[in-house]
C-alpha cells in the first residue's frame, strides 16, 4: 500500500483548503464542497494565542472535523513537543511545526517520525518544518533528514485573508534549490495569501502543496470558488 508522501507526491501541485475563514457552524456541507471538488488536502490552523495572538482549536476540534480528506495540521504553538502524540490521537495525517516555536525542532521532528498515523499505520505521518516569513532558510538545513515537507509562510502567522509577501519568491527559489540538493523526498508547500490571481505563479515557482483559505471561504461561493481554483491547477 503507498504512503501518504507516496500518494500525495503524485498529484502535485495541489491545493491544501483552509477552513480558518470557514463557517464553522455550518462545516459539514462546506467539506463536502471540497469532497466532491477532489480537493486532496484539508488545511488546518492550529493557533494557541500563545505563538501567534489568534486562538483557534485543538484536538478534540480536529478528531471531531468528518471528512475523507486528509488532515493537514498546521501547528503554530509553543511547546509543540509534548502536544504532538494528542495531535496525531486526534488524527492528522501531516503535522507541521513552525521552527520558531521550539529550542529543538530536530527532536521534535524525530519524535514525529516515531508516531503512527491514528487513521492507518500504514499510511505514515508526513512530518512539515514550517517557516514564518522573516527566518532564515538556512534554519533548514540541519533538519532536511528528518522532514517530509517544507512549509514557507508567505504571510505572518495568526490570521487568514493577508497579502501574499513579495520576498517569499526568492524564498521558494532558495528551498527548491536546498530540497534538489539535499536528495530527499520533499514536499513544498507555500501557505498564505494564496488567491485567484497568483495561484499558477506560485504553482509554476515549484509550490507542490498549495494552501488558499480565504479565497476558497470567502463567505459567498466556496463551490465557485474551488471550481476555478481547481482548474487553474488542470484538476477541473
Ligand atoms: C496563517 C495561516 C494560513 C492562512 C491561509 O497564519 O497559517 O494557513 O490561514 O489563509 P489565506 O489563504 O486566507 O491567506
Ligand atoms: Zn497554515
Redo the contacts with the bound molecule.
Sequence with gaps: MATLLETLRRQTPMLSV?V??ADWMNLQPQLSILESAGVPLL?I?V?DGAF?PAMTFGPPIIQAIQTSLFKDV?L?IENPLEKLDSYVQAGADMITVQVESTKHPHRVLQALGGMTNANDPARGIIRGAALNPGTPVEALDPLMEELEMILL??????????KFIPSTRRRIDAVRQRIAKSGGNILLCV?????RDNLVEVAQMGAEII??????FDGKDPAGNIAYLQKQLGKG
Design positions: 483552509g480558518l475563514t488545511h490552523d493557533m501567534c498546521h503554530m509562510l508567505a504571510v505572518n502567522p495568526g490570521w487568514g485573508g493577508q501557505d498564505g495569501g494564496i488567491k494552501v488558499s483559505g480565504s479565497a476558497v
